[in-house]
Protein backbone atom coordinates (compact mmCIF):
# COMPACT_ATOMS: atom_id res chain seq x y z
CA UNK A 1 0.00 0.00 0.00
CA UNK A 2 1.63 3.19 -1.33
CA UNK A 3 1.12 6.63 -2.34
CA UNK A 4 2.83 8.89 -5.00
CA UNK A 5 4.18 11.95 -3.67
CA UNK A 6 3.86 15.07 -5.55
CA UNK A 7 6.22 18.48 -4.68
CA UNK A 8 5.10 21.25 -6.57
CA UNK A 9 7.20 24.78 -6.54
CA UNK A 10 8.18 24.36 -2.82
CA UNK A 11 9.66 28.03 -1.83
CA UNK A 12 11.01 28.03 2.04
CA UNK A 13 12.33 31.37 3.35
CA UNK A 14 14.77 31.26 6.84
CA UNK A 15 15.06 34.59 7.91
CA UNK A 16 14.65 36.44 4.86
CA UNK A 17 17.10 34.04 3.13
CA UNK A 18 15.58 31.83 0.31
CA UNK A 19 16.64 27.86 0.90
CA UNK A 20 14.39 26.01 -1.15
CA UNK A 21 13.93 28.03 -4.84
CA UNK A 22 10.76 26.26 -6.36
CA UNK A 23 11.18 22.68 -5.84
CA UNK A 24 9.28 19.79 -7.91
CA UNK A 25 9.45 16.54 -7.76
CA UNK A 26 7.04 13.30 -8.65
CA UNK A 27 7.68 10.47 -7.02
CA UNK A 28 5.53 6.89 -7.76
CA UNK A 29 4.33 5.18 -5.56
CA UNK A 30 6.79 2.56 -4.38
CA UNK A 31 9.40 4.49 -5.83
CA UNK A 32 12.78 5.05 -4.41
CA UNK A 33 14.17 8.51 -5.02
CA UNK A 34 17.72 9.01 -3.54
CA UNK A 35 18.26 13.48 -3.04
CA UNK A 36 21.53 14.59 -2.93
CA UNK A 37 23.05 18.20 -2.92
CA UNK A 38 25.65 19.92 -1.79
CA UNK A 39 25.47 20.24 2.34
CA UNK A 40 23.17 22.82 3.83
CA UNK A 41 21.81 23.34 0.47
CA UNK A 42 18.14 22.07 1.93
CA UNK A 43 17.69 18.73 1.50
CA UNK A 44 17.06 18.08 5.00
CA UNK A 45 14.43 21.02 4.97
CA UNK A 46 12.81 19.40 2.32
CA UNK A 47 11.73 16.27 4.32
CA UNK A 48 10.74 18.44 6.97
CA UNK A 49 8.11 20.20 4.85
CA UNK A 50 7.37 16.90 3.64
CA UNK A 51 6.81 15.62 7.21
CA UNK A 52 4.77 18.29 8.24
CA UNK A 53 7.10 19.29 10.82
CA UNK A 54 7.37 22.61 9.16
CA UNK A 55 3.90 23.97 7.42
CA UNK A 56 5.74 27.84 6.79
CA UNK A 57 6.24 27.41 3.35
CA UNK A 58 4.44 28.06 -0.24
CA UNK A 59 3.72 25.79 -2.73
CA UNK A 60 1.93 22.31 -2.59
CA UNK A 61 2.90 19.16 -1.42
CA UNK A 62 0.14 16.50 -1.67
CA UNK A 63 0.55 12.40 -0.65
CA UNK A 64 -1.63 10.98 -2.54
CA UNK A 65 -4.36 12.78 -2.76
CA UNK A 66 -4.29 14.99 0.53
CA UNK A 67 -2.15 18.17 0.76
CA UNK A 68 0.27 18.21 3.71
CA UNK A 69 -0.66 20.16 5.98
CA UNK A 70 1.54 18.69 9.10
CA UNK A 71 2.22 15.50 10.60
CA UNK A 72 0.32 12.60 9.39
CA UNK A 73 0.35 8.66 9.83
CA UNK A 74 0.49 7.99 6.30
CA UNK A 75 4.15 9.22 6.34
CA UNK A 76 7.16 7.84 8.19
CA UNK A 77 10.53 9.66 9.22
CA UNK A 78 14.01 8.00 9.94
CA UNK A 79 16.06 10.87 11.07
CA UNK A 80 19.68 11.49 10.80
CA UNK A 81 20.30 10.36 14.71
CA UNK A 82 18.19 7.66 16.04
CA UNK A 83 16.45 9.34 18.47
CA UNK A 84 15.54 6.41 20.43
CA UNK A 85 13.33 7.08 23.41
CA UNK A 86 16.27 6.47 26.31
CA UNK A 87 13.44 4.86 28.62
CA UNK A 88 11.90 2.38 26.45
CA UNK A 89 13.36 -0.72 25.59
CA UNK A 90 14.10 -1.62 21.67
CA UNK A 91 10.53 -2.90 21.43
CA UNK A 92 8.86 -0.26 23.27
CA UNK A 93 10.73 2.73 20.94
CA UNK A 94 9.16 0.32 18.18
CA UNK A 95 5.82 -0.01 19.27
CA UNK A 96 5.68 3.65 19.79
CA UNK A 97 3.59 4.90 16.94
CA UNK A 98 0.87 1.94 17.09
CA UNK A 99 -2.26 3.15 18.47
CA UNK A 100 -2.87 -0.37 19.64
CA UNK A 101 0.25 -0.80 20.66
CA UNK A 102 -1.03 -3.23 23.74
CA UNK A 103 -2.83 -5.70 22.01
CA UNK A 104 -0.77 -8.55 21.22
CA UNK A 105 -1.62 -8.18 17.56
CA UNK A 106 0.38 -4.95 17.82
CA UNK A 107 3.13 -7.48 19.95
CA UNK A 108 3.30 -9.59 17.28
CA UNK A 109 3.82 -6.99 14.42
CA UNK A 110 6.53 -5.32 16.73
CA UNK A 111 8.56 -8.66 16.92
CA UNK A 112 8.43 -9.05 13.36
CA UNK A 113 9.41 -5.77 12.14
CA UNK A 114 12.53 -5.84 14.71
CA UNK A 115 13.21 -9.35 13.43
CA UNK A 116 13.23 -7.40 9.78
CA UNK A 117 16.40 -5.40 10.90
CA UNK A 118 17.85 -8.19 12.54
CA UNK A 119 17.67 -6.71 15.96
CA UNK A 120 15.81 -9.87 17.52
CA UNK A 121 18.13 -10.63 20.63
CA UNK A 122 18.16 -7.12 21.80
CA UNK A 123 14.42 -6.78 21.57
CA UNK A 124 14.23 -6.17 25.37
CA UNK A 125 17.60 -3.81 25.31
CA UNK A 126 17.33 -0.48 26.35
CA UNK A 127 18.81 1.99 24.19
CA UNK A 128 21.53 2.71 26.06
CA UNK A 129 23.08 -1.01 25.22
CA UNK A 130 23.16 -0.80 21.48
CA UNK A 131 25.54 0.41 19.13
CA UNK A 132 25.04 3.04 16.72
CA UNK A 133 24.29 0.92 13.92
CA UNK A 134 22.02 -1.26 16.12
CA UNK A 135 20.24 1.72 17.34
CA UNK A 136 19.54 3.33 13.56
CA UNK A 137 18.30 -0.25 13.13
CA UNK A 138 16.11 0.28 15.71
CA UNK A 139 14.41 3.53 14.64
CA UNK A 140 14.36 1.90 10.94
CA UNK A 141 12.06 -0.68 12.47
CA UNK A 142 9.75 2.31 14.58
CA UNK A 143 9.25 3.84 11.20
CA UNK A 144 8.39 0.99 9.42
CA UNK A 145 6.35 -0.55 12.06
CA UNK A 146 3.11 1.51 10.88
CA UNK A 147 3.74 0.87 7.26
CA UNK A 148 3.89 4.42 6.58
CA UNK A 149 2.45 5.00 2.65
CA UNK A 150 5.72 6.99 2.05
CA UNK A 151 9.23 7.11 4.14
CA UNK A 152 11.32 9.76 4.79
CA UNK A 153 14.82 9.12 5.28
CA UNK A 154 17.15 12.00 6.15
CA UNK A 155 20.65 10.58 6.24
CA UNK A 156 19.98 7.84 8.27
CA UNK A 157 23.16 5.90 7.94
CA UNK A 158 25.61 9.00 7.77
CA UNK A 159 27.32 8.40 11.34
CA UNK A 160 27.88 5.03 10.82
CA UNK A 161 30.97 2.97 9.43
CA UNK A 162 31.05 1.86 5.79
CA UNK A 163 30.44 -1.88 6.89
CA UNK A 164 27.53 -1.26 8.74
CA UNK A 165 25.87 1.20 6.19
CA UNK A 166 26.03 -0.92 3.39
CA UNK A 167 24.10 -3.86 5.82
CA UNK A 168 21.65 -1.41 6.75
CA UNK A 169 20.89 -0.49 3.36
CA UNK A 170 20.46 -3.88 2.55
CA UNK A 171 18.40 -3.85 5.27
CA UNK A 172 16.63 -1.35 4.43
CA UNK A 173 15.94 -2.86 0.78
CA UNK A 174 14.94 -5.97 2.82
CA UNK A 175 12.11 -3.97 4.36
CA UNK A 176 11.31 -2.11 1.21
CA UNK A 177 10.46 -4.57 -0.35
CA UNK A 178 8.09 -6.09 1.67
CA UNK A 179 5.37 -3.45 1.09
CA UNK A 180 6.91 -0.98 -0.79
CA UNK A 181 6.47 2.48 0.43
CA UNK A 182 6.81 5.03 -1.47
CA UNK A 183 10.59 6.23 -0.48
CA UNK A 184 12.69 9.55 -0.12
CA UNK A 185 15.92 9.23 0.80
CA UNK A 186 18.09 12.53 1.57
CA UNK A 187 21.95 11.54 1.45
CA UNK A 188 25.39 12.77 0.47
CA UNK A 189 26.75 9.29 -0.29
CA UNK A 190 26.83 8.91 -3.69
CA UNK A 191 27.33 4.76 -3.65
CA UNK A 192 24.50 4.82 -1.49
CA UNK A 193 22.39 6.59 -4.11
CA UNK A 194 22.54 4.66 -6.93
CA UNK A 195 22.52 1.55 -4.77
CA UNK A 196 19.49 2.39 -2.94
CA UNK A 197 17.32 4.59 -5.70
CA UNK A 198 15.47 4.26 -8.77
CA UNK A 199 16.28 7.39 -9.40
CA UNK A 200 18.47 10.17 -8.14
CA UNK A 201 17.66 13.68 -7.98
CA UNK A 202 20.04 16.78 -7.99
CA UNK A 203 19.55 19.58 -6.14
CA UNK A 204 21.51 23.31 -6.42
CA UNK A 205 23.13 24.99 -3.56
CA UNK A 206 20.60 27.63 -1.72
CA UNK A 207 18.11 28.34 -3.12
CA UNK A 208 17.90 24.93 -3.46
CA UNK A 209 16.24 23.72 -7.07
CA UNK A 210 16.15 20.26 -8.65
CA UNK A 211 19.06 20.52 -11.61
CA UNK A 212 19.19 17.03 -13.12
CA UNK A 213 17.56 13.83 -12.47
CA UNK A 214 19.52 10.53 -12.94
CA UNK A 215 17.63 7.07 -13.21
CA UNK A 216 19.23 3.99 -12.34
CA UNK A 217 18.71 1.26 -14.70
CA UNK A 218 20.07 -1.66 -13.18
CA UNK A 219 17.11 -4.48 -11.62
CA UNK A 220 17.47 -5.29 -8.02
CA UNK A 221 19.18 -6.74 -6.49
CA UNK A 222 21.61 -4.96 -8.04
CA UNK A 223 25.27 -5.31 -7.26
CA UNK A 224 27.51 -2.56 -5.49
CA UNK A 225 30.52 -3.64 -7.97
CA UNK A 226 28.36 -3.36 -11.36
CA UNK A 227 29.88 -1.14 -13.35
CA UNK A 228 26.62 0.42 -15.00
CA UNK A 229 26.23 1.96 -11.16
CA UNK A 230 30.16 3.24 -10.85
CA UNK A 231 29.19 4.65 -14.69
CA UNK A 232 26.15 6.62 -12.63
CA UNK A 233 28.60 7.28 -9.81
CA UNK A 234 30.50 9.20 -12.09
CA UNK A 235 28.01 11.08 -13.66
CA UNK A 236 26.60 12.11 -10.41
CA UNK A 237 29.91 13.45 -9.66
CA UNK A 238 30.46 15.57 -12.36
CA UNK A 239 26.92 17.19 -12.31
CA UNK A 240 27.84 18.25 -8.98
CA UNK A 241 31.33 19.39 -9.82
CA UNK A 242 29.74 21.30 -12.98
CA UNK A 243 27.71 22.70 -10.25
CA UNK A 244 30.53 23.76 -8.04
CA UNK A 245 32.07 25.47 -10.91
CA UNK A 246 29.34 27.35 -12.34
CA UNK A 247 28.73 28.60 -8.58
CA UNK A 248 32.06 29.61 -8.85
CA UNK A 249 32.12 31.41 -11.87
CA UNK A 250 29.14 33.09 -10.59
CA UNK A 251 30.40 33.96 -7.78
CA UNK B 1 10.24 8.94 70.97
CA UNK B 2 7.17 11.03 70.84
CA UNK B 3 9.73 14.22 69.79
CA UNK B 4 11.18 11.65 66.64
CA UNK B 5 7.27 11.03 66.17
CA UNK B 6 6.53 14.50 65.36
CA UNK B 7 9.37 15.69 63.92
CA UNK B 8 8.94 12.84 60.98
CA UNK B 9 4.93 13.63 60.89
CA UNK B 10 5.62 17.36 59.86
CA UNK B 11 8.34 16.62 57.39
CA UNK B 12 6.05 13.96 55.82
CA UNK B 13 2.87 15.85 55.83
CA UNK B 14 5.16 19.16 54.90
CA UNK B 15 7.25 17.34 52.27
CA UNK B 16 4.24 16.02 50.58
CA UNK B 17 1.95 19.33 50.62
CA UNK B 18 5.10 21.25 49.11
CA UNK B 19 6.38 19.01 46.44
CA UNK B 20 2.49 18.21 45.12
CA UNK B 21 2.49 21.91 44.88
CA UNK B 22 5.65 21.92 43.30
CA UNK B 23 4.42 19.44 40.83
CA UNK B 24 1.17 20.65 39.75
CA UNK B 25 2.81 24.50 39.32
CA UNK B 26 5.79 23.02 37.25
CA UNK B 27 3.50 21.23 35.06
CA UNK B 28 1.60 23.66 34.38
CA UNK B 29 4.57 26.54 34.31
CA UNK B 30 6.58 23.92 31.82
CA UNK B 31 3.93 22.98 29.79
CA UNK B 32 2.39 26.63 29.19
CA UNK B 33 4.22 29.74 27.62
CA UNK B 34 1.49 31.80 29.00
CA UNK B 35 1.31 30.14 32.10
CA UNK B 36 5.10 30.30 32.47
CA UNK B 37 4.76 34.22 31.52
CA UNK B 38 2.63 34.90 34.17
CA UNK B 39 4.06 33.27 36.92
CA UNK B 40 7.78 32.48 36.26
CA UNK B 41 9.32 36.17 37.64
CA UNK B 42 7.15 36.26 40.50
CA UNK B 43 8.16 33.02 41.65
CA UNK B 44 11.66 33.72 40.63
CA UNK B 45 11.46 36.42 42.93
CA UNK B 46 9.53 34.48 45.87
CA UNK B 47 12.46 32.22 45.50
CA UNK B 48 15.21 34.58 46.65
CA UNK B 49 13.34 35.60 49.85
CA UNK B 50 15.25 32.85 52.54
CA UNK B 51 12.97 30.32 53.35
CA UNK B 52 13.27 31.34 57.05
CA UNK B 53 11.97 35.02 56.28
CA UNK B 54 8.54 33.86 56.11
CA UNK B 55 8.46 32.33 59.77
CA UNK B 56 7.60 35.67 61.65
CA UNK B 57 4.53 36.23 59.20
CA UNK B 58 3.44 32.63 59.24
CA UNK B 59 3.27 32.66 63.29
CA UNK B 60 1.10 35.84 62.79
CA UNK B 61 -1.25 34.71 60.51
CA UNK B 62 -1.94 30.59 61.15
CA UNK B 63 -0.95 30.80 65.01
CA UNK B 64 1.56 28.87 66.86
CA UNK B 65 0.44 25.10 66.52
CA UNK B 66 1.28 22.63 63.51
CA UNK B 67 0.08 24.95 60.40
CA UNK B 68 2.76 27.53 60.12
CA UNK B 69 4.93 24.69 60.73
CA UNK B 70 3.89 22.37 58.30
CA UNK B 71 3.61 26.06 55.97
CA UNK B 72 7.27 26.28 56.63
CA UNK B 73 8.60 22.74 55.51
CA UNK B 74 6.19 22.95 52.61
CA UNK B 75 7.66 25.90 51.61
CA UNK B 76 11.26 25.06 52.11
CA UNK B 77 10.37 21.77 50.12
CA UNK B 78 8.41 23.32 47.56
CA UNK B 79 10.72 25.44 45.72
CA UNK B 80 13.84 22.94 45.05
CA UNK B 81 11.04 20.74 43.48
CA UNK B 82 9.40 23.27 41.62
CA UNK B 83 12.86 24.45 40.10
CA UNK B 84 13.84 21.53 39.06
CA UNK B 85 11.10 20.29 37.74
CA UNK B 86 10.53 23.47 35.19
CA UNK B 87 14.08 23.31 34.24
CA UNK B 88 13.58 19.68 33.72
CA UNK B 89 11.00 19.91 31.28
CA UNK B 90 11.98 23.09 29.29
CA UNK B 91 15.12 21.15 28.56
CA UNK B 92 13.27 18.02 27.05
CA UNK B 93 14.82 17.17 23.87
CA UNK B 94 13.14 19.03 21.02
CA UNK B 95 14.03 16.44 18.38
CA UNK B 96 12.55 13.17 21.13
CA UNK B 97 9.24 15.47 20.81
CA UNK B 98 9.45 15.81 16.78
CA UNK B 99 9.37 12.10 16.86
CA UNK B 100 6.22 12.02 19.08
CA UNK B 101 4.56 14.59 16.62
CA UNK B 102 5.71 12.96 13.30
CA UNK B 103 3.30 10.11 14.56
CA UNK B 104 0.30 12.45 15.12
CA UNK B 105 0.75 13.17 18.99
CA UNK B 106 -0.29 16.78 20.41
CA UNK B 107 -0.16 18.12 23.68
CA UNK B 108 -1.32 15.92 25.93
CA UNK B 109 -0.04 13.10 24.27
CA UNK B 110 3.69 14.13 24.16
CA UNK B 111 3.16 15.63 27.44
CA UNK B 112 2.42 11.90 28.78
CA UNK B 113 4.46 9.91 26.92
CA UNK B 114 8.05 12.07 26.27
CA UNK B 115 8.03 15.13 28.16
CA UNK B 116 6.99 13.34 31.78
CA UNK B 117 9.32 10.21 31.25
CA UNK B 118 12.21 12.88 29.77
CA UNK B 119 12.05 15.35 33.00
CA UNK B 120 12.18 12.60 35.20
CA UNK B 121 15.38 12.42 36.58
CA UNK B 122 15.23 16.44 37.37
CA UNK B 123 12.03 15.81 39.19
CA UNK B 124 13.48 13.25 41.25
CA UNK B 125 17.01 15.60 41.70
CA UNK B 126 14.22 17.83 43.07
CA UNK B 127 12.95 15.73 45.02
CA UNK B 128 15.89 14.92 47.18
CA UNK B 129 16.96 18.49 47.52
CA UNK B 130 13.55 19.60 48.63
CA UNK B 131 13.21 16.75 51.47
CA UNK B 132 16.69 17.81 53.06
CA UNK B 133 15.39 21.28 52.68
CA UNK B 134 12.27 19.65 54.33
CA UNK B 135 14.70 18.08 57.39
CA UNK B 136 16.05 21.62 57.45
CA UNK B 137 13.12 23.89 58.07
CA UNK B 138 11.35 21.37 60.35
CA UNK B 139 14.37 22.00 63.19
CA UNK B 140 13.92 25.64 62.69
CA UNK B 141 10.46 25.70 62.94
CA UNK B 142 10.59 23.74 66.02
CA UNK B 143 12.72 26.23 67.08
CA UNK B 144 10.08 28.40 67.05
CA UNK B 145 7.47 27.81 69.95
CA UNK B 146 7.03 23.79 69.30
CA UNK B 147 6.03 21.49 72.49
CA UNK B 148 7.01 18.52 71.20
CA UNK B 149 9.69 17.56 67.97
CA UNK B 150 13.54 17.11 67.92
CA UNK B 151 13.93 21.21 67.37
CA UNK B 152 11.96 21.73 70.49
CA UNK B 153 13.98 19.13 72.24
CA UNK B 154 17.31 21.00 71.28
CA UNK B 155 16.30 24.18 72.39
CA UNK B 156 14.61 22.98 75.17
CA UNK B 157 17.92 20.91 76.36
CA UNK B 158 20.47 23.69 75.94
CA UNK B 159 18.24 25.68 78.28
CA UNK B 160 18.15 22.70 80.84
CA UNK B 161 21.85 22.00 79.63
CA UNK B 162 21.45 18.62 79.08
CA UNK B 163 23.84 17.45 76.19
CA UNK B 164 23.60 14.05 76.34
CA UNK B 165 19.81 14.72 74.76
CA UNK B 166 21.10 17.34 72.34
CA UNK B 167 23.19 14.69 70.64
CA UNK B 168 20.48 12.27 71.31
CA UNK B 169 18.47 14.77 68.93
CA UNK B 170 20.99 15.42 66.56
CA UNK B 171 21.91 11.53 65.74
CA UNK B 172 18.09 11.05 65.39
CA UNK B 173 17.88 13.84 62.45
CA UNK B 174 21.11 12.47 60.81
CA UNK B 175 19.36 9.08 60.71
CA UNK B 176 16.32 10.04 59.64
CA UNK B 177 17.79 12.53 57.30
CA UNK B 178 20.22 9.81 55.64
CA UNK B 179 17.11 7.20 55.72
CA UNK B 180 14.78 9.17 54.32
CA UNK B 181 17.44 10.31 51.39
CA UNK B 182 18.24 6.60 50.60
CA UNK B 183 14.56 5.61 49.97
CA UNK B 184 14.26 8.46 47.85
CA UNK B 185 17.59 7.74 46.11
CA UNK B 186 16.09 3.60 45.66
CA UNK B 187 13.61 5.38 43.89
CA UNK B 188 15.56 6.91 41.86
CA UNK B 189 17.68 4.81 40.93
CA UNK B 190 14.81 1.97 39.70
CA UNK B 191 13.35 4.19 38.12
CA UNK B 192 15.95 5.82 36.23
CA UNK B 193 17.47 2.31 35.04
CA UNK B 194 17.50 3.43 31.50
CA UNK B 195 19.59 6.46 32.01
CA UNK B 196 23.41 6.50 30.41
CA UNK B 197 25.33 8.34 32.91
CA UNK B 198 28.13 7.69 35.56
CA UNK B 199 26.03 7.02 38.43
CA UNK B 200 23.83 4.17 36.51
CA UNK B 201 27.08 2.94 35.30
CA UNK B 202 28.65 2.37 38.40
CA UNK B 203 25.84 0.76 40.20
CA UNK B 204 25.09 -1.36 37.39
Redesign the interface.
Known amino acids: MSTPLRLANIRKRYDGFAVLGGVDLDVDAGEIVAVVGPSGCGKSTLLRLI???DTRFDGRIAVGERDVRG???A???V?Q?P?L????SVAGNVA??LADRDTSRAQVLVRETIDVVGLAPFANA???ELSGGMAQRAALARALV?EPQVLLLDEPFNALDAFTRMRLQDHLLAAWSRYRPTLVLVTHDLDEAVYLADRVVLLTDRPARVTDVLRVVPARPRDRRDPNLLGLRVALLEALHLERSELDAAG | MQDAVATIGRVFIGFAIGSLLAIALGTLTGSSRRVEQAVEPTMQALRTVPTLAWAPLLLLWLGIDEPPKLTLVAIGAFFPVYVNLVSGITNVDRKLVEVARVYGLRGREIARRVVIPASLPSLLTGLRLGLSQAWLFVVVAEFFGASAGLGFRLTDSQQSSRVDLMFVALVCLALFGKLSDSALRALEHRALRWRDTLGTERSA
Open positions: SGLPDRVGVFERFPWLFGLPKT
